[in-house]
Structures are given as C-alpha cells and as structure tokens.
C-alpha cells in the first residue's frame, strides 16, 4: 500500500473512532476504507497476473529461460503475500465491527439513508425493501447497484463491504472447519 493510501486510511479510522461520530460517518469511513484495501487487492492480483503472463511468454524460450520461468512463477506466487494476508484480515474485522457493531441496523439509519450510504440504486431499492440489516442489503448485493463504482477493480467485482462480509466468512470457516452453516 502506497503512503499516502496509510495516510487516509490512518485519518479514516481516526474520524470514525471518535466518540461524536455518527453512526452515517462511521460507515461512510468504514466503507472508504474497504474500497482502498479492495483497491489495492486488485492491484495484487493484476501484478500477479503479469507475473503469470511473463512466465508464460519465457515458457517460449525453454530450456534457456528456465531460471528466469522459475523465478517469474515464484514472484506469482509470492508477490506482496503479507500484505495481502494483512488486507483480507483488516477487511474481516471491519466487517466484524460494521455488521455485529451498534451501527449494523437499519434501524439506527432509516431504510432510505442507508441505501443512500450504500449507494443503493433508487430504481433498485424496492427490491431490498424487506431486508431487516445492513448484513442483509449488503449480502444481496445491494452495495454500489448505481454503477458510480463499477469501473473500479475489485476482486470478483464485489462491493467493498460485501468483500469485507466474504473475508470474515472466509475467515470463520478457516478457524472452523467443521461449521455448519443453515
């Protein structure tokens, strides 16, 4: 993650931890915060990609490009590693926060301001009308439905918050193996 990217994160998490911050704004900066961190997964794996397609390219070459495959495919595989285990497990936990926290219900927004947070489409709305949670609009795929954000790479084209809800799933299967879920 570039600096200036900590920067704003870092000044996001500071505006939504203070005690007078609105339920709204600690949305809003939570949900800035999952879009840089998406952002900058689908950076990871467009730069693994051309990893990928350069050791294809050198595959050409063999047997003399060899050396240079190898080290093209363990790039691939390790490039930026940590750093992306360290984004999937703050995204887990924002949505933690965001979705078990205080702010998780419709009820402490009003229906029509959460779908404007979320950037609900208006034409859209109707059809989320009977969701009961933010979990819920955002699981349905509710986030981000006006395309404002579409053009912006996110993994499996996800919704930032909706990517946050997929990392803590991920994560609560992997410390449970054995879950089930209903």
């Known amino acids: 993650m570039k600096?200036?990217?900590?920067?704003?994160?870092s000044e996001l998490c500071r505006l939504a931890n203070k005690p007078e911050a609105t339920p709204r704004a600690r949305l809003i900066c939570i949900r800035r915060i999952c879009r840089i961190y998406a952002g900058d997964l689908a950076w990871i794996e467009e730069s693994r990609t051309n990893y990928r397609r350069a050791s294809t390219i050198a595959k050409q070459g063999?047997?003399?490009t060899a050396r240079k495959v190898e080290m093209l495919d363990l790039a691939a595989d390790l490039n930026l590693k940590v750093e992306e285990q360290a984004m999937l497990e703050a995204l887990a936990n924002y949505a933690w926060d965001t979705m078990v926290g205080e702010h998780g219900t419709i009820e402490a927004f009003g229906f029509d301001a959460l779908c404007d947070v979320l950037n609900v489409?208006?034409?859209?709305?109707?059809?989320y009308q009977?969701?009961?949670?933010?979990?819920?609009?955002?699981?349905?795929?509710?986030e981000d439905c006006a395309d404002s954000y579409r053009a912006l790479p996110t993994p499996a084209g996800l919704g930032p918050l909706h990517l946050a809800c997929m990392c803590l799933n991920q994560r609560c299967l992997t410390m449970r193996p054995n879950l089930t879920l209903v």
Do not use: D, Q, W, Y
């Not at 600096?3 to 994160?9: D, E, F, G, Q």
């Not at 208006?122 to 059809?127: D, I, L, S, Y």
């Open 3 to 9: 600096l200036s990217r900590m920067k704003v994160v």
């Open 121 to 127: 489409n208006p034409t859209r709305r109707a059809e």
């Open 62 to 64: 063999l047997p003399f």
């Open 130 to 142: 009977s969701a009961a949670s933010l979990a819920e609009l955002v699981l349905a795929g509710a």
